[in-house]
């Protein structure tokens, strides 16, 4: 039994004979980045990936094969009409279980705050707070049976795409041993064996009423996603996991919610520094407004939103190599980019007028991802070496300097844009001020 | 007192090397009593360190008068430009009280971090004479972790550790660390004068020196300088000495929020709100081009709160760091309607004439003088466009901010009601936590709420007077949340809160130095701790942070506003549950209010009602 990606569930108007928005994103990326799959839906892809595989935490062989869970039971509880009273209390005794359930259940989905209707229970996921909360997509599907069609919940690709595919690859394809290893102890580490929690014992009684894989399975798209380039974004997503993995001191939620994102946020940085790449360009900086206070800035925040959308644009017709490409393939692309990067905070808003910023759950995932277990690293570091060096986000003035931007900005705006974000930091708890000279970058929690 | 304004050219004459002795302000410290007394009692290296602007060059100035015996401030000058080098020895004057000669290094960041542990090491075993060294934090962390540092390293880097994790200084009596960021410009501990209070006493209540200047002036009617002079300087009047007590409130308030004020932006600030940035030749060319009723922009509790209109916001916060805090705690925009009530009527009781109280409005179409001690009514127009209204709202509300700004420095009320009137609304429970010793039905109270805060913060709508702090699984712990399972339950006689000076533990047997002896202290965080059989955690919190807690124990959680305070809060409450998280047979749920039960059993799963 293998897994493909369902293009054919919402069937994009395409030219014959024309290439498709998943063989260009596979070709420029290294893997299918659609924006179906936009936002936290990569990072719960890698879990799946990672709980499910059989053949142990992040394999370095070839071939794997995973056995995935659909938790239909628990996600169809929440949409009405979904599920015979038969089968509700087979599991939940009565009706006061099921309501309290049903607000329990509610609590763990996955924030999706680009809809404006409640979604469907295919749409719901649930946040991978325990091992019992993971799973993968699933959908009623129609079935021939001997007294006509039977409806069945089938498990298959909706949302995930591949984004959490192509992180799992990488993750399982590092070349340094002793990162690889201490990325797997780390992911042993958030989903304890030893301990079951009061959740993770719900979770799993709901869960075993749910579909579930019979006989593990191949996935053909994490099967695509080997083999891809070694570069520096590669590294940098190993660096950085490796790092949020290791933060033991701090909550496994804090570190769960960190990965999730560090993948979604990893995938944009990823993608901007491969589009720039494929069309010959040097590296393309994303302007970020923390401040709020320069409309100059703002505008630059701005434009850099733009020039980075129509810069993937740009890369994914040249990665057509002259065949045809439709513009709704194109946009998937593109929608990938700017539904990801709202959805880990890395922008003001997923509508409107957006422009780059850096929310909570942002400035909290670049510290954990950057900062190495028990250690410190200075802002300066922080934000020149680590937020312009190796992630492209420009902040300070002297990441203003170096990508040229001071030629048409004050950097005076940029101190202030830098001050803003230490300010923040300080507050959440994650940086620490000695002095005016020294203020250093380290994860809250950490003794 | 130009000269102290970042905006000034001549600035650079304020630093302790280029001081003139007309121009010097010795502000006697705590840092600098306790600096003498350890050098007396056997120190051999003391470190101080601290941001730029704390007086640690002065310091070093002071010491070699007091301590060495240099009683001539020039020549102690001339010392610390030519042999404050780490390297020279200060031999002490043949009448000093000092026993030992004196090394010197006035900035360590000038040297190599490998050349300088060399030297602090060097410093350290030396037995024939003492060292003061003045490092920022920066370079003393890169000093001590070079590839140069060995024992005397090693011994600095432990004693810095324990200025944080203990509230030391010093653990042998012979190393010292004066961290000089715990000091405060505000802290009057006993009887004693405020740094603040202390120098504005030197520059504005010096009468003779402003009589000589200002007496026979042709402006000094119109001058807002003179008169700052006559609306601060303490000459037996209450009124200028509650004006001064407001603006060190307002400073302690600042500190409160985490902000650190160095003596010299202390200075700064002092000199901004005292002048307005202008000068005397200034003063007379607007006096001779301006129509009288532009001076109360110029009005020192205008000055802290608003941009005069010759400097912008950003230099100003740029030049003077302290205002930006200040400019968010503006009195002025905030309404009380008592005290609105009374300065719109002219109730407030402001003496009639006086300058900064007089505004130049276009009233119909006339320019003409208001005085604010009768109120508003009459800078009443009839506004018949738009743009006139708009043009009479923005009048009316920046005499109203004038006003209620005045009223706010005149008002003799208590600390705890200047906080109330700052918009912190739990301002008094935490000045109360701070001064530490509460009765115990305080104590109490003040622990309920901060608990219920805790549980709001989490969703956990329990009520006030719960003897256990619920931790929530952190899966769940947001304030929306409908539902959560309990994780952790603990009971309230495992969580203390403390004022930071207790938190740290008590002095020990081997320990001689303490920060609160070593600075001017001030208490500015409170701990809350919690303790269970192997560990304690904990919480500190600023005003911002306690008010946010206090205020979420009514009811409501504003998430944007303390989002960054609620997410550090959060994250601690997630540790916590999961540190003491254990399998149990029954889950603990909160829902609608109550707790419910939760059995798992069979694969079947029941809820069993509220309790």
Same mark, same amino acid.
């Given at each position: 039994?293998?897994?493909?990606?369902?293009?054919?569930?919402?069937?994009?108007?395409?030219?014959?004979?024309?290439?498709?928005?998943?063989?260009?994103?596979?070709?420029?990326?290294?893997?299918?980045?659609?924006?179906?799959?936009?936002?936290?839906?990569?990072?719960?892809?890698?879990?799946?990936?990672?709980? +499910?595989?059989? @053949?142990?935490?992040?394999?370095?062989?070839?071939?794997?094969?995973?056995?995935?869970?659909?938790?239909?039971?628990?996600?169809?509880?929440?949409?009405?009409?979904?599920?015979?009273?038969?089968?509700?209390?087979?599991?939940?005794?009565?009706?006061?279980?099921?309501?309290?359930?049903?607000?329990?259940?509610?609590?763990?989905?996955?924030?999706? *705050?680009?809809?404006?209707?409640?979604? +469907?229970?295919?749409?719901?996921?649930?946040?991978?707070?325990?091992?019992?909360?993971?799973?993968?997509?699933?959908?009623?599907?129609? %079935?021939?049976?001997?007294?006509?069609?039977?409806?069945?919940?089938?498990?298959?690709?909706?949302?995930?795409?591949?984004?959490?595919?192509?992180?799992?690859?990488?993750?399982?394809?590092?070349?340094?041993?002793?990162?690889?290893?201490?990325?797997?102890?780390?992911?042993?580490?958030?989903?304890?064996?030893?301990?079951?929690?009061?959740?993770?014992?719900?979770?799993?009684?709901?869960?075993?009423?749910?579909?579930?894989?019979?006989?593990?399975?191949?996935?053909?798209?994490?099967?695509?996603?080997?083999?891809?380039?070694?570069?520096?974004?590669?590294?940098?997503?190993?660096?950085?996991?490796?790092? #949020?993995?290791?933060?033991?001191?701090?909550?496994?939620?804090?570190?769960?919610?960190?990965?999730?994102?560090?993948?979604?946020?990893?995938?944009?940085?990823?993608?901007?520094?491969?589009?720039?790449?494929?069309?010959?360009?040097?590296?393309?900086?994303?302007?970020?407004?923390?401040?709020?206070?320069?409309?100059?800035?703002?505008?630059?925040?701005?434009?850099?939103?733009?020039?980075?959308?129509?810069?993937?644009?740009?890369? !994914?017709?040249?990665?057509?190599?002259?065949?045809?490409?439709?513009?709704?393939?194109?946009?998937?692309?593109?929608?990938?980019?700017?539904?990801?990067?709202?959805?880990?905070?890395?922008?003001?808003?997923?509508?409107?007028?957006?422009?780059?910023?850096?929310?909570?759950?942002?400035?909290?995932?670049?510290?954990?991802?950057?900062?190495?277990?028990?250690?410190?690293?200075?802002?300066?570091?922080?934000?020149? +070496?680590?937020?312009?060096?190796?992630?492209?986000?420009?902040?300070?003035?002297? !990441?203003?300097?170096?990508?040229?931007?001071?030629?048409?900005?004050?950097?005076?705006?940029?101190?202030?844009?830098?001050?803003?974000?230490?300010?923040?930091?300080?507050?959440?708890?994650?940086?620490?001020?000695?002095?005016?000279?020294?203020?250093?970058?380290?994860?809250?929690?950490?003794? | 007192?130009?000269?102290?304004?970042?905006?000034?050219?001549?600035?650079?004459?304020?630093?302790? =090397?280029?001081?003139?002795?007309?121009?010097?302000?010795?502000?006697?410290? @705590?840092?600098?009593?306790?600096?003498?007394?350890?050098?007396?009692?056997?120190?051999?290296?003391?470190?101080?360190?601290?941001?730029?602007? %704390?007086?640690?060059?002065?310091?070093?100035?002071?010491?070699? @008068? /007091?301590?060495?015996?240099?009683?001539?401030?020039?020549?102690?000058?001339?010392?610390?430009?030519?042999?404050?080098?780490?390297?020279?020895?200060?031999?002490?004057?043949?009448?000093?009280?000092?026993?030992?000669?004196?090394?010197?290094?006035?900035?360590?960041?000038?040297?190599?971090?490998?050349?300088?542990?060399?030297?602090?090491?060097?410093?350290?075993?030396?037995?024939?004479?003492?060292?003061?060294?003045?490092?920022?934090?920066?370079?003393?962390?890169?000093?001590?972790?070079?590839?140069?540092?060995?024992?005397?390293?090693?011994?600095?880097?432990?004693?810095?550790?324990?200025?944080?994790?203990?509230?030391?200084?010093?653990?042998?009596?012979?190393?010292?660390?004066?961290?000089?960021?715990?000091?405060?410009?505000?802290?009057?501990?006993?009887?004693?004068?405020?740094?603040?209070?202390?120098?504005?006493?030197?520059?504005?209540?010096?009468?003779?020196?402003?009589?000589?200047?200002?007496?026979?002036?042709?402006?000094?009617?119109?001058?807002?300088?003179?008169?700052?002079?006559?609306?601060?300087?303490?000459?037996?009047?209450?009124?200028?000495?509650?004006?001064?007590?407001?603006?060190?409130?307002?400073?302690?308030?600042?500190?409160?929020?985490?902000?650190?004020?160095?003596?010299?932006?202390?200075?700064?600030?002092?000199?901004?709100?005292?002048?307005?940035?202008?000068?005397?030749?200034?003063?007379?060319?607007?006096? *001779?081009?301006?129509?009288?009723?532009?001076?109360?922009?110029?009005?020192?509790?205008?000055?802290?709160?608003?941009?005069?209109?010759?400097?912008?916001?950003?230099?100003?916060?740029?030049?003077?760091?302290?205002?930006?805090?200040?400019?968010?705690?503006?009195?002025?925009?905030?309404?009380?309607?008592?005290?609105?009530?009374?300065?719109?009527?002219?109730?407030?009781?402001?003496? =009639?004439? @006086?300058?900064?109280?007089?505004?130049?409005?276009?009233?119909?179409?006339?320019?003409?003088?208001?005085?604010? &001690?009768?109120?508003?009514?009459?800078?009443?127009?009839?506004?018949?466009?738009?743009?006139?209204?708009?043009?009479?709202?923005?009048?009316?509300?920046?005499?109203?901010?004038?006003?209620?700004?005045?009223?706010?420095? =005149?008002? !003799?009320?208590?600390?705890?009601?200047?906080? /109330?009137?700052?918009?912190?609304?739990? +301002?008094?429970?935490?000045?109360?936590?701070?001064?530490?010793?509460?009765?115990?039905?305080?104590? #109490?109270?003040?622990?309920?709420?901060?608990?219920?805060?805790?549980?709001?913060?989490?969703?956990?709508?329990?009520?006030?007077?719960?003897?256990?702090?619920?931790?929530?699984?952190?899966?769940?712990?947001?304030?929306?949340?409908?539902?959560?399972?309990?994780?952790?339950?603990?009971?309230?006689?495992?969580?203390?809160?403390?004022?930071?000076?207790?938190?740290?533990?008590?002095?020990?047997?081997?320990?001689?130095?303490?920060?609160?002896?070593?600075?001017?202290?001030?208490?500015?965080?409170?701990?809350?701790?919690?303790?269970? !059989?192997?560990?304690?955690?904990?919480?500190?919190?600023?005003?911002?942070?306690? =008010?946010?807690?206090?205020?979420?124990?009514?009811?409501?959680?504003?998430?944007?506003?303390?989002?960054?305070?609620?997410?550090?809060?959060?994250?601690?409450?997630?540790?916590?549950?999961?540190?003491?998280?254990?399998?149990?047979?029954?889950?603990?749920?909160?829902?609608?209010?109550?707790?419910?039960?939760?059995?798992?059993?069979?694969?079947?799963?029941?809820? &069993?009602?509220?309790?």
């Amino acid at each position: 039994m293998t897994s493909v990606p369902s293009d054919d569930v919402a069937p994009a108007p395409n030219l014959p004979g024309a290439v498709t928005s998943t063989e260009i994103s596979r070709s420029l990326f290294g893997g299918i980045l659609d924006v179906d799959g936009a936002g936290a839906y990569p990072g719960l892809e890698l879990l799946a990936f990672v709980l +499910g595989c059989e @053949q142990g935490i992040l394999p370095e062989r070839d071939e794997i094969t995973i056995t995935r869970h659909a938790h239909d039971f628990a996600r169809r509880l929440l949409e009405p009409g979904t599920i015979d009273e038969k089968s509700r209390r087979e599991v939940i005794v009565d009706e006061h279980s099921e309501q309290a359930m049903k607000r329990l259940l509610k609590c763990l989905t996955l924030n999706l *705050e680009n809809l404006t209707k409640e979604p +469907g229970w295919e749409r719901s996921h649930f946040y991978p707070y325990t091992g019992s909360l993971v799973h993968w997509d699933a959908r009623i599907r129609k %079935h021939a049976g001997a007294g006509g069609a039977i409806r069945r919940v089938q498990i298959e690709r909706r949302y995930y795409r591949g984004g959490g595919a192509l992180a799992f690859n990488v993750l399982r394809s590092d070349p340094d041993r002793g990162r690889l290893d201490s990325i797997r102890a780390g992911l042993r580490l958030l989903y304890p064996i030893d301990l079951v929690s009061p959740l993770d014992k719900l979770a799993s009684t709901l869960r075993a009423k749910g579909a579930k894989d019979s006989t593990p399975v191949t996935d053909e798209v994490e099967e695509h996603s080997r083999g891809y380039r070694e570069d520096v974004w590669s590294d940098l997503y190993r660096f950085g996991t490796a790092n #949020i993995l290791g933060h033991t001191t701090l909550a496994a939620v804090t570190r769960i919610r960190a990965l999730v994102n560090w993948t979604g946020l990893w995938l944009v940085l990823m993608g901007n520094g491969r589009a720039a790449m494929s069309l010959g360009r040097g590296p393309q900086p994303l302007v970020v407004d923390c401040a709020g206070q320069h409309p100059q800035l703002r505008r630059a925040a701005q434009r850099s939103l733009k020039d980075h959308l129509s810069m993937i644009e740009a890369a !994914a017709k040249r990665a057509a190599s002259g065949r045809q490409v439709s513009d709704v393939q194109i946009g998937k692309i593109r929608g990938f980019f700017s539904g990801t990067a709202a959805g880990v905070r890395l922008l003001n808003a997923w509508k409107g007028r957006r422009h780059i910023t850096l929310g909570l759950d942002c400035i909290e995932t670049l510290v954990l991802a950057c900062v190495p277990p028990g250690r410190e690293v200075t802002f300066e570091d922080f934000v020149t +070496g680590w937020l312009y060096d190796r992630c492209g986000l420009v902040v300070g003035r002297e !990441a203003a300097a170096a990508s040229g931007l001071l030629r048409s900005l004050d950097a005076s705006i940029f101190e202030v844009n830098e001050a803003r974000l230490a300010g923040q930091m300080s507050t959440i708890g994650l940086l620490t001020v000695y002095s005016d000279a020294t203020r250093m970058v380290r994860p809250g929690g950490a003794n | 007192m130009n000269r102290h304004l970042p905006f000034s050219p001549s600035q650079e004459q304020i630093y302790e =090397e280029y001081l003139k002795d007309s121009d010097a302000l010795d502000l006697d410290t @705590q840092a600098l009593a306790y600096l003498e007394h350890v050098l007396r009692t056997g120190a051999r290296l003391v470190i101080l360190t601290g941001d730029a602007g %704390h007086g640690k060059t002065h310091l070093c100035r002071r010491i070699i @008068q /007091r301590h060495l015996g240099y009683g001539n401030a020039s020549e102690a000058r001339e010392l610390l430009l030519t042999k404050c080098d780490g390297a020279s020895v200060i031999q002490p004057a043949p009448h000093a009280r000092a026993n030992i000669a004196l090394r010197i290094h006035k900035d360590l960041s000038e040297l190599k971090p490998e050349i300088a542990a060399e030297l602090l090491e060097n410093a350290g075993s030396d037995k024939e004479c003492a060292t003061i060294i003045c490092a920022n934090e920066g370079r003393l962390r890169a000093v001590v972790a070079s590839s140069a540092a060995r024992g005397i390293c090693n011994q600095i880097s432990s004693t810095f550790v324990a200025t944080f994790a203990r509230g030391t200084c010093s653990v042998d009596g012979s190393l010292h660390i004066i961290n000089l960021n715990f000091q405060s410009v505000v802290s009057s501990p006993g009887n004693q004068l405020s740094l603040f209070r202390r120098a504005a006493r030197q520059w504005v209540g010096n009468a003779s020196r402003w009589n000589q200047a200002c007496e026979d002036c042709s402006s000094n009617l119109q001058c807002p300088i003179l008169r700052n002079r006559v609306l601060l300087s303490n000459e037996g009047d209450p009124a200028p000495k509650t004006r001064l007590s407001r603006i060190e409130q307002l400073l302690a308030t600042v500190e409160r929020l985490g902000a650190v004020v160095t003596i010299r932006e202390m200075l700064m600030l002092l000199a901004y709100l005292t002048t307005g940035a202008l000068n005397c030749a200034a003063v007379h060319t607007r006096v *001779e081009s301006l129509k009288p009723g532009w001076q109360h922009r110029y009005a020192f509790y205008n000055l802290l709160f608003e941009p005069p209109e010759n400097l912008s916001h950003a230099r100003l916060t740029s030049g003077i760091p302290v205002l930006g805090p200040l400019i968010d705690l503006d009195p002025g925009r905030r309404s009380i309607r008592e005290i609105d009530d009374a300065l719109l009527n002219g109730a407030e009781g402001f003496i =009639e004439g @006086q300058l900064d109280l007089q505004f130049r409005v276009t009233v119909n179409g006339k320019s003409k003088i208001a005085d604010g &001690a009768s109120g508003i009514d009459d800078i009443a127009a009839d506004p018949t466009t738009r743009r006139d209204l708009a043009s009479e709202r923005e009048l009316v509300s920046g005499i109203v901010a004038a006003l209620r700004r005045r009223a706010f420095f =005149e008002d !003799a009320a208590q600390e705890s009601a200047v906080l /109330r009137r700052l918009g912190f609304v739990y +301002g008094e429970s935490f000045l109360e936590a701070l001064q530490g010793g509460l009765e115990p039905i305080k104590r #109490i109270r003040l622990r309920a709420r901060l608990l219920a805060g805790l549980h709001m913060i989490q969703g956990l709508r329990l009520s006030g007077t719960e003897t256990m702090l619920s931790l929530a699984d952190p899966a769940f712990g947001r304030a929306t949340s409908e539902a959560a399972i309990i994780a952790r339950t603990i009971p309230v006689s495992q969580i203390q809160i403390l004022p930071m000076r207790e938190a740290w533990p008590q002095k020990s047997g081997e320990e001689v130095g303490r920060i609160v002896d070593s600075v001017d202290w001030s208490e500015r965080h409170l701990v809350v701790r919690v303790t269970s !059989a192997d560990r304690s955690e904990d919480l500190k919190l600023d005003l911002l942070g306690f =008010e946010c807690l206090a205020r979420a124990a009514d009811g409501y959680v504003a998430e944007g506003f303390y989002a960054h305070d609620l997410r550090r809060i959060r994250n601690f409450l997630g540790r916590l549950a999961e540190q003491g998280r254990t399998e149990v047979d029954q889950i603990r749920l909160f829902m609608g209010g109550s707790m419910h039960t939760v059995s798992v059993d069979d694969g079947m799963i029941q809820v &069993a009602g509220g309790t």
